[in-house]
C-alpha cells in the first residue's frame, strides 16, 4: 500500500523500516519474542486473578447480606486481588520492554497516536490499587455505601487501564493507517493524543472473560490446598470450590467464544497456529467441565496449573496474529539489525536464575506452611530441613555471583568508554 503526505509517496513496509531504529539491537530478536510471549502469559495471569478477584468480591458483598459464607469471603478475594495487581505490574515490566525493543515502530507510533490514553493508565492503576487497599485495611465486610464507592472506583480504573493497553496494542496492528490517522487522511496533523483509533471488541472481551474464568479455577484450588487446615472453616472452603466452579465453566466457555468470534471475524481462524492452538484451549476447557468435582480431588490444583496453559495459549496466538499481521507488508523482526553483545543477555540470565532461586525457597517456605494448621518450622521435618537449607545456599552461591557479574560488567563498560 502507498501513502501520500505533502507530496512524498511511500509504501507501508517503507514507512515500518524508517521507524525501526537504526542503531539495531545488541541480540537475537527471536530470543527476545520468545521471552515476550513467557512473560506477557505470566504478567496476563495475574491481571486475570486482579480483575477476576475484586470484580467477584463485589458480588460476594453483595450476597454477604444474607449469605455468612460469600461475606467471609471478601477480604481474601480483596487481598488475592491487591497482591496479584502487584505482581502484575512487577511482571508487565518485562513484556513491556520486549515489545519496545523488537516493535519499536509500532510501540512508539500508538504512543503517540493515543499518548493520553496511554499516559494515564499509570494514575488509573494507582487509583484502583489504592481504592482497594483501602476497603482491604478497613477491614469491613458490611456492604456500606462507602465500601461499594471504594469497589466501583477500583473496577472502573482497572478496566480503564485495560482499554488503554487493548488500545496501545491493537493500533499497532495496522500500520497502513497510521498516516491516515495521524493527519487526518493526510491534511492535517492530530497530535492531541485523545483518540482510540482502533478497537475490537470481541478481543478485548476475551481477556475480561478470562479474568473470571482464571479466577475461578483459582477459588478451587484454593479450597484443595486448604482442605486439610484444621484452623479453617470447611463450610467456608466448600463454598468457595462451588463459587469457583459456577465461575469458572462459562466463563471458559465465553472466553473461547469471544476469541472465535475475534479471529474467524479478522479471517485467522484457519491458519494451522490459531486453529490447533484454539482447539487446545477448547480441550482444557472441557477437561475442567469434566474433572471439576471436589476439593479432594487431585485434578483440581492439575486444573488452575493448565489454566495458567490457557493464558500462555493466548499468549502465544497474539504474538503469532501479530507476526502474520507484519508479513503482510513483508516486515518481520527476524531481519532486524543486530550487533551482537553477549554481556547484556549474560546479566538478564543471571538475574532471572537468581530470582528463581530465590522464588522457589520463598514459594516452598508458603506452600508448606499454607498446608498445615500452626506455625512451619522446617527444623521439624529434615525433607523440609534439607530442601530450605539447599534452596538458601544455591540462592546465596547465585546472588554473589550475580553481584560479581553486576559490578564486573558496569565496570568493563566504564573502562571501555
Same mark, same amino acid.
Given at each position: 500500500?502507498?501513502?501520500?503526505?505533502?507530496?512524498?509517496?511511500?509504501?507501508?513496509?517503507?514507512?515500518?523500516?524508517?521507524?525501526?531504529?537504526?542503531?539495531?539491537?545488541?541480540?537475537?530478536?527471536?530470543?527476545?519474542?520468545?521471552?515476550?510471549?513467557?512473560?506477557?502469559?505470566?504478567?496476563?495471569?495475574?491481571?486475570?486473578?486482579?480483575?477476576?478477584?475484586?470484580?467477584?468480591?463485589?458480588?460476594?458483598?453483595?450476597?454477604?447480606?444474607?449469605?455468612?459464607?460469600?461475606?467471609?469471603?471478601?477480604?481474601?478475594?480483596?487481598?488475592?486481588?491487591?497482591?496479584?495487581?502487584?505482581?502484575?505490574?512487577?511482571?508487565?515490566?518485562?513484556?513491556?520492554?520486549?515489545?519496545?525493543?523488537?516493535?519499536?515502530?509500532?510501540?512508539?507510533?500508538?504512543?503517540?497516536?493515543?499518548?493520553?490514553?496511554?499516559?494515564?493508565?499509570?494514575?488509573?492503576?494507582?487509583?484502583?490499587?489504592?481504592?482497594?487497599?483501602?476497603?482491604?485495611?478497613?477491614?469491613?465486610?458490611?456492604?456500606?455505601?462507602?465500601?461499594?464507592?471504594?469497589?466501583?472506583?477500583?473496577?472502573?480504573?482497572?478496566?480503564?487501564?485495560?482499554?488503554?493497553?487493548?488500545?496501545?496494542?491493537?493500533?499497532?496492528?495496522?500500520?497502513?493507517?497510521?498516516?491516515?490517522?495521524?493527519?487526518?487522511?493526510?491534511?492535517?496533523?492530530?497530535?492531541?493524543?485523545?483518540?482510540?483509533?482502533?478497537?475490537?471488541?470481541?478481543?478485548?472481551?476475551?481477556?475480561?472473560?478470562?479474568?473470571?474464568?482464571?479466577?475461578?479455577?483459582?477459588?478451587?484450588?484454593?479450597?484443595?490446598?486448604?482442605?486439610?487446615?484444621?484452623?479453617?472453616?470447611?463450610?467456608?472452603?466448600?463454598?468457595?470450590?462451588?463459587?469457583?466452579?459456577?465461575?469458572?465453566?462459562? &466463563?471458559? =466457555?465465553?472466553? /473461547? $467464544?469471544? +476469541?472465535? @468470534?475475534?479471529?474467524?471475524?479478522?479471517?485467522?481462524?484457519?491458519?494451522?497456529?490459531?486453529?490447533?492452538?484454539?482447539?487446545?484451549?477448547?480441550?482444557?476447557?472441557?477437561?475442567?467441565?469434566?474433572?471439576?468435582?471436589?476439593?479432594?480431588?487431585?485434578?483440581?490444583?492439575?486444573?488452575?496449573?493448565?489454566?495458567?496453559?490457557?493464558?500462555?495459549?493466548?499468549?502465544?496466538?497474539?504474538?503469532?496474529?501479530?507476526?502474520?499481521?507484519?508479513?503482510?507488508?513483508?516486515?518481520?523482526?527476524?531481519?532486524?539489525?543486530?550487533?551482537?553483545?553477549?554481556?547484556?543477555?549474560?546479566?538478564?540470565?543471571?538475574?532471572?536464575?537468581?530470582?528463581?532461586?530465590?522464588?522457589?525457597?520463598?514459594?516452598?517456605?508458603?506452600?508448606?506452611?499454607?498446608?498445615?494448621?500452626?506455625?512451619?518450622?522446617?527444623?521439624?521435618?529434615?525433607?523440609?530441613?534439607?530442601?530450605?537449607?539447599?534452596?538458601?545456599?544455591?540462592?546465596?552461591?547465585? &546472588?554473589? =555471583?550475580?553481584? /560479581? $557479574?553486576? +559490578?564486573? @560488567?558496569?565496570?568493563?563498560?566504564?573502562?571501555?568508554?
Amino acid at each position: 500500500m502507498t501513502t501520500s503526505v505533502l507530496g512524498a509517496s511511500f509504501t507501508t513496509e517503507e514507512l515500518l523500516r524508517a521507524l525501526r531504529y537504526a542503531g539495531g539491537i545488541d541480540f537475537y530478536p527471536q530470543v527476545f519474542q520468545v521471552l515476550l510471549v513467557i512473560f506477557w502469559g505470566i504478567h496476563m495471569f495475574f491481571i486475570n486473578l486482579t480483575i477476576g478477584n475484586i470484580v467477584s468480591s463485589l458480588v460476594n458483598l453483595w450476597r454477604g447480606r444474607r449469605l455468612v459464607l460469600a461475606k467471609k469471603m471478601v477480604v481474601s478475594q480483596l487481598r488475592t486481588g491487591i497482591i496479584s495487581l502487584s505482581l502484575g505490574i512487577v511482571f508487565g515490566v518485562a513484556p513491556l520492554l520486549f515489545t519496545q525493543t523488537i516493535y519499536d515502530e509500532l510501540w512508539y507510533t500508538a504512543n503517540n497516536l493515543s499518548a493520553w490514553i496511554i499516559v494515564l493508565f499509570v494514575p488509573a492503576i494507582i487509583f484502583a490499587y489504592y481504592a482497594g487497599y483501602l476497603f482491604y485495611l478497613r477491614k469491613k465486610q458490611e456492604p456500606t455505601l462507602f465500601n461499594y464507592l471504594l469497589y466501583i472506583v477500583a473496577i472502573v480504573f482497572i478496566i480503564y487501564g485495560a482499554v488503554a493497553m487493548h488500545t496501545f496494542t491493537y493500533e499497532g496492528l495496522f500500520p497502513d493507517k497510521w498516516v491516515d490517522w495521524y493527519t487526518d487522511g493526510g491534511t492535517t496533523m492530530k497530535s492531541d493524543g485523545w483518540h482510540i483509533y482502533a478497537f475490537n471488541v470481541p478481543r478485548f472481551l476475551t481477556f475480561i472473560f478470562l479474568s473470571f474464568f482464571i479466577t475461578g479455577l483459582q477459588h478451587m484450588a484454593a479450597s484443595w490446598f486448604f482442605k486439610n487446615r484444621t484452623d479453617l472453616e470447611q463450610e467456608v472452603l466448600a463454598y468457595r470450590f462451588r463459587f469457583g466452579k459456577r465461575m469458572a465453566l462459562p &466463563f471458559g =466457555l465465553l472466553t /473461547i $467464544a469471544s +476469541w472465535l @468470534i475475534y479471529v474467524t471475524l479478522d479471517g485467522w481462524i484457519m491458519h494451522p497456529v490459531i486453529y490447533w492452538l484454539t482447539l487446545a484451549l477448547v480441550l482444557i476447557w472441557l477437561l475442567t467441565v469434566r474433572f471439576a468435582r471436589s476439593p479432594e480431588s487431585l485434578w483440581t490444583p492439575v486444573l488452575f496449573a493448565l489454566g495458567f496453559v490457557f493464558v500462555e495459549i493466548l499468549s502465544v496466538e497474539r504474538e503469532a496474529i501479530r507476526v502474520l499481521t507484519l508479513a503482510r507488508f513483508n516486515h518481520t523482526i527476524a531481519d532486524y539489525p543486530v550487533y551482537l553483545n553477549v554481556l547484556g543477555p549474560i546479566l538478564f540470565f543471571g538475574t532471572m536464575l537468581t530470582l528463581g532461586t530465590f522464588l522457589f525457597y520463598v514459594l516452598y517456605g508458603v506452600y508448606k506452611a499454607g498446608r498445615q494448621t500452626g506455625v512451619f518450622d522446617p527444623e521439624t521435618n529434615p525433607r523440609s530441613k534439607s530442601v530450605s537449607q539447599g534452596a538458601a545456599r544455591l540462592t546465596l552461591i547465585l &546472588f554473589t =555471583l550475580w553481584q /560479581i $557479574a553486576f +559490578w564486573g @560488567i558496569g565496570l568493563y563498560a566504564v573502562m571501555r568508554s
